[in-house]
Nanobody
Framework: QVQLVESGGGLVQPGGSLRLSCAASGSIFKINAVGWYRQAPGKQRELVARIPSGGSTVYADSVKGRFTISRDNAKNTVYLQMNSLKPEDTAVYYC???????????????WGQGTQVIVSS
């Protein structure tokens, strides 16, 4: 079994910062692509940032220059540093990871349970 657990959400004033963490645990051979998505009330889930297996990191235009995604492979953890937060960043943030449980298996996509971020004065 594999589990992704997010943390770090909360209430922050406009212009503030938060750092989200997503820790993967369980039977893990390799973590390939990882990413953060968000879903605001009444809207579809959207990509925020993604680190692919190969190639460059991808960011949504709305967060470029403000958010930074990173990963610590030794800790099986991915982070999202969010600076200069705006009210429109308010959403539930979900992490996503493509994980192989053994060398002989394909990657499967796992999702965390989500962490709420509220940007408000």
């Amino acid at each position: 079994q594999v589990q992704l657990v997010e943390s770090g959400g909360g209430l922050v004033q406009p212009g503030g910062s938060l750092r989200l963490s997503c820790a993967a645990s369980g039977s893990i051979f390799k973590i390939n692509a990882v990413g953060w998505y968000r879903q605001a009330p009444g809207k579809q889930r959207e990509l925020v940032a993604r680190i692919p297996s190969g190639g460059s990191t991808v960011y949504a235009d709305s967060v470029k220059g403000r958010f930074t995604i990173s990963r610590d492979n030794a800790k099986n953890t991915v982070y999202l540093q969010m600076n200069s937060l705006k009210p429109e960043d308010t959403a539930v943030y979900y992490c996503n990871a493509h994980i192989q449980q053994s060398m002989m298996e394909l990657s499967f996509v796992y999702w965390g349970q989500g962490t709420q971020v509220i940007v408000s004065s």
